[in-house]
């Protein structure tokens, strides 16, 4: 694997104005086949949407502990996840046994009722905060439509010529996550992160971040490359089924966060994967098969199930 020692960039302008896309997606295929992270500028998201969601997220985390606490983050994966609760018990990537120094709230796909058949259908849980759901819907919104442009760019990097496997992305399942990172002491132990390396098991992940900083991707030798906050520019990587539908092609890479500079830091990854029924294969066209298949909602019952419990007792346990 080729070493690298910054974050590319990818302007999206070509993209987003429905231009020829043929050298983008030749420095798509580059950068996510040996970095597996970008920086996308020009993507075509209105600042103010932007600016909305952070603000809705500080004033979030700015609510007494058992406002948030009563939407505590349930079964169906969405609400509050308090500081010292989560423990990335499946990190195979680090001996991860602190918990994050993180909080965060988690909005997923707003359906009108619960399908027992669907793993993780289902209506969010809102706090009560003028103007906080229009704030999240809208950027949601947003976001979605981007990623599906970027899947599309994404199989046109690996030149797939069937793209019937967008139809998985018509009703996404998607993560909104409003984090909040606070200062962690700089004589903290080694161990203590505010979010443990781990790689994403999705597709594909669209992070905006404050000016603070913190994020850090691992090189194929084993180095941590900092992802310094770029003004106007969503971080963007590829997750675990990304990396198998495209056969090994494209890097699904390890990533923490530790914030040692003395801020509070707010971050908003938006998750953007397919729908739960969807088998995860590498794509016709890759090349000879390096993953055998598996079924998205199955695996992410056996990931999330393993964290849901180990969250929970950790929350009963204070
Ligand atoms: O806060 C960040 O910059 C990264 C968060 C992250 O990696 C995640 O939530 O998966
Ligand atoms: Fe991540």
């Given at each position: 694997?080729?070493?690298?020692?910054?974050?590319?960039?990818?302007?999206l302008?070509?993209?987003?104005?429905?231009?020829?896309?043929?050298?983008?997606?030749?420095?798509?295929?580059?950068?996510?086949?040996?970095?597996?992270?970008?920086?996308?500028?020009?993507?075509?998201?209105?600042?103010?949407?932007?600016?909305?969601?952070?603000?809705?997220?500080?004033?979030?985390?700015?609510?007494?502990?058992?406002?948030?606490?009563?939407?505590?983050?349930?079964?169906?994966?969405?609400?509050?996840?308090?500081?010292?609760?989560?423990?990335?018990?499946?990190?195979?990537?680090?001996?991860?046994?602190?918990?994050?120094?993180?909080?965060?709230?988690?909005?997923?796909?707003?359906?009108?009722?619960?399908?027992?058949?669907?793993?993780?259908?289902?209506?969010?849980?809102?706090?009560?905060?003028?103007?906080?759901?229009?704030?999240?819907?809208?950027?949601?919104?947003?976001?979605?439509?981007?990623?599906r442009?970027?899947?599309?760019?994404?199989?046109?990097?690996?030149?797939?010529?069937?793209k019937?496997?967008?139809?998985?992305?018509?009703?996404?399942?998607?993560?909104?996550?409003?984090?909040?990172?606070?200062?962690?002491?700089?004589?903290?132990?080694?161990?203590?992160?505010?979010?443990?390396?781990?790689?994403?098991?999705?597709c594909?992940?669209?992070?905006?971040?404050?000016?603070?900083?913190?994020?850090?991707?691992?090189?194929?030798?084993?180095n941590?490359?900092?992802?310094?906050?770029?003004?106007?520019?969503?971080?963007?990587?590829?997750?675990?089924?990304?990396?198998?539908?495209?056969?090994?092609?494209?890097?699904?890479?390890?990533?923490?966060?530790?914030?040692?500079?003395?801020?509070?830091r707010?971050?908003?990854?938006?998750?953007?994967?397919?729908h739960?029924?969807?088998?995860?294969?590498?794509?016709?066209?890759?090349?000879?098969?390096?993953?055998?298949?598996?079924?998205?909602?199955?695996?992410?019952?056996?990931?999330?199930?393993?964290?849901?419990?180990?969250?929970?007792?950790?929350?009963?346990?204070?």
């Open positions: 694997m080729t070493e690298f020692t910054d974050i590319p960039v990818l302007d302008a070509p993209l987003i104005a429905g231009e020829d896309t043929t050298e983008l997606a030749r420095a798509f295929a580059k950068a996510y086949g040996e970095t597996g992270f970008g920086y996308i500028t020009n993507h075509g998201v209105d600042p103010a949407l932007r600016e909305a969601i952070f603000n809705a997220s500080e004033r979030f985390h700015a609510l007494p502990a058992e406002t948030k606490n009563a939407i505590a983050l349930n079964r169906q994966h969405r609400g509050y996840i308090a500081i010292n609760t989560s423990t990335d018990v499946n990190s195979d990537l680090a001996e991860v046994t602190k918990p994050n120094q993180s909080a965060s709230f988690m909005m997923m796909r707003e359906d009108t009722e619960t399908d027992p058949e669907v793993y993780l259908s289902g209506s969010n849980q809102w706090p009560e905060l003028e103007g906080f759901r229009e704030a999240c819907e809208a950027y949601v919104t947003a976001m979605s439509t981007l990623g442009q970027l899947m599309r760019l994404a199989f046109d990097a690996l030149d797939i010529k069937d019937s496997i967008l139809s998985a992305f018509d009703t996404p399942t998607i993560w909104l996550r409003l984090l909040h990172y606070p200062p962690q002491s700089p004589q903290a132990p080694e161990d203590l992160y505010g979010s443990a390396p781990h790689k994403d098991f999705g594909l992940t669209l992070l905006a971040q404050d000016d603070v900083g913190g994020l850090q991707v691992q090189t194929p030798a084993g941590w490359v900092d992802a310094p906050p770029m003004e106007g520019a969503l971080v963007v990587n590829v997750g675990d089924m990304l990396h198998r539908m495209s056969n090994g092609c494209l890097r699904s890479t390890p990533h923490r966060v530790i914030n040692t500079t003395g801020r509070e707010y971050s908003v990854p938006f998750f953007f994967d397919p739960v029924s969807t088998d995860i294969a590498p794509l016709p066209g890759t090349g000879a098969p390096k993953f055998k298949p598996l079924n998205f909602g199955e695996f992410l019952r056996s990931e999330l199930e393993a964290g849901y419990e180990a969250h929970s007792l950790t929350k009963d346990d204070q």
